[in-house]
């Protein structure tokens, strides 16, 4: 038989759930306040009341054992009467609850009594359902009697109707199982270094390890991890693939991979994730029964829509997903999350299992799971880490606030007012700094933000005051409050000072203790990226210890298909910047002058990239040059990408900016991209956070300036120049220009299939691209 281990309380709420999606304000002290509650109203029955009794029964039902289990909240003997009390505390007053306010209140307590009765051979008993109002403390009672017989008629029934869903998930797997037995390889033969890096990843998910795999741009790095994690499921060795990503383009480059495996036959349910804003089908987004049809009664569809759903797709997309919500007028994104449960495979944004904010918690908040984690495009984990693990506030924030709360509410005026005096002090003890940076915490802060808090949930929670700026103003303060609770020797405090503003941000320069914390709620993980070089950094940021694997694979292009040219006569650094326009311009004139096509010049800022831009114009006037803006929206974004069209007749030169949106996951094959120019070795620019990260690695190992300029840098720029090469016909030029790119501490980071390469300067630039056009 099939075991399957299950809480009452989630077998009641999964098949009985209704109502409405209502995502109003809640207080966040009302779950502690219940729980008080809960503990007031146990005690004051006295010896005749067992308080949170256990409870487990093991049933048979057709395939399955389930074994269910609970805690009932307490247990009453009242002369011969067994009352089995199930004890909820709400916010509404206590009037208009009767005994239709919520029905799974009475099936989940009617559960506990079946399990109770036969356990204790009873005939009967009563069912207590007991509501404490949470402001009042007061306490109303209501009451049904049941005999064991009509109980177990009812318990039988929900068991009836999980086991519809069992018995659905069952054949599946057995379905999805069967095919990944009859699976291939779903393309004629493995590149070079594909077969390799597929076996790495089946050992790491076989044996519970983590795995750093360096997979350049050809390898087919997303087949070569999604097909060895499909084989390593149908063997029983992971329920459920999470693949991960930094960006929506590489979301379809691994649907795309699963659909190549479904046209070889496999059956397999994947979805993608895909942002709240992005799906709701309201223009403002308010999860409200009042405004919104869809939050109105979505639970009393949902059911209906997911079986409709498994039952006739497999590749749930966002397109997909919106249809069947339509359908079923149901909330898209609950909606993607329920179905998530149920998915072989869910491909989503590293924020829903990394971020404390963001993670999908019906996944990640009980125990260990067998779950792998497939993390595309690993490189951008590191700042994406920082950033989800940090927190800050502003000044005027508080001060705004206290201005709106002038006369309207006493308790938040002098709570903002106090904070904003904290800020002013803060402010003072800068002196004569911008900044300063302080290993230990504000404690003082914690204090008033705590109390800020709890005068904001209870303005908050007053139907009457929708206030958005205190609200996000809200959510801030929980968030550093949330975060401060991680806060060690992996975190600094630092205050800035602007022009009418202060900063005070909890800023985490090293994430590797906390990613590596998410990391054991799974199996196995695997990072994979074309740029997670030098791999040593990657392993020690990203939380991998010496008993982790990793695997470095070379291109599998043909070498003669690229020339990579360096021009180490042009120096960028900012001080010099001015007097390189010129021989910039230059240099692009020439590469772009011995062959027709399509080019992209990468700058380290906007600024720079605008300079060179006018010089470039206002000498070579009669080329096609298109310039990317900064803030750009999605169909801009693609008009931009249009630019670069096959089989060109003119030259179309792309200036872009290193590390922005078309530096990394874009893919121009063919002849759409025949020329990549770098211009810098895009060092970020010094900042505060910089040095900060700089200084932390300077004590932990002597790394500091590689750990937070060089590395980050040089990530960009092999990230651009993994634009040219995409397939294996395809041909280009790569071009470095900077002095520094001759180093040998800059090439000990080049990766292996950028040897050999040419040292060049204006003078010969044109013969050895002649030569390698010819």
Known sequence: MIEIKLSIRNLVEFVLRSGDIDSGFMRMDRAIEGTKAHRRLQKSYGDNYAAEVQLKKTIEYDAYSLVLEGRADGILIEEDNIIIDEIKSVTQPLELIDEDYDFRHWAQAMCYGYIYGVENNLESLII?????????????????????????????GLIEKYCIWADYSNSWISTRDESIKELQFPFPQYRKGQREMAAAVYRAIRDEDILFAQAPTGIGKTISSVFPAVKAMGEGKTSKIFYLTAKTTTQKVAEEAFQHMREKGLKLIFITITAKDKVCFKEERECNPKYCEYAKGHFDRVNDALMDMLQSETHIDRETLLIYAEKHKVCPFEYSLDLAIWADCVICDYNYLFDPNASLKRFFMDKKSDFTFLIDEAHNLVDRGREMYSAELHKRDFLELKRQMKGKNKELYSICNSLNKYFIELRKR????????????????YNLLNSFVIKADKYLAMDDHKNEELMTLYFDVLNLLKISENYDEHYVTYVEKFSNDVRLKLFCHDPSLLISQVLKKGKAAIFFSATLLPMDYFFEILGGDENNKSIYLHSPFDASNRRLLIGDNVATR????????EKIADYIYITIENKIGNYMVFFPSYKYMENVYEEFKAKYPDFNVNVQTPGATEEEKALFMEFFQPDPKIHNIGFCVLGGVY?????????????????????????????????????????????????????KVMQAAGR???????????????????????????????????????????????????
């Open 430 to 445: 800068l002196g004569e700094n911008s900044n300063y940076v302080s290993q230990k915490e504000e404690k003082d802060l």
């Open 128 to 156: 207590q359902l007991s509501y404490i109002q949470l402001d009042t403390d007061e306490v109303k009672k209501l009451r049904k009697s049941f005999d064991i017989a009509e109980l177990q008629s009812f318990f039988n």
């Open 663 to 715: 530096s990394e996951g874009i893919d121009l094959r063919d002849d759409r991209l025949i020329g990549v120019i770098i211009v810098g070795v895009g060092l970020p620019q010094l900042c505060l956070e910089r040095d900060i990260i700089k200084n932390y690695y300077d004590n932990k190992n002597h790394k500091g300036f590689e750990y937070s300029y060089m590395y980050p840098g040089m990530n």
């Open 724 to 774: 040219l090469i995409r397939s294996e016909t395809d041909r280009g030029v790569i071009l470095l220009l900077d002095e520094r790119f001759s180093r040998w501490d800059y090439q000990k980071l080049f990766p292996k299939e950028w040897f050999p390469h040419i040292k060049i300067n204006e003078n010969s630039l044109s013969k050895f691209l002649k030569d390698f056009w010819v």
């Open 574 to 581: 900012y001080s010099k910047r001015e007097d390189s326009y």
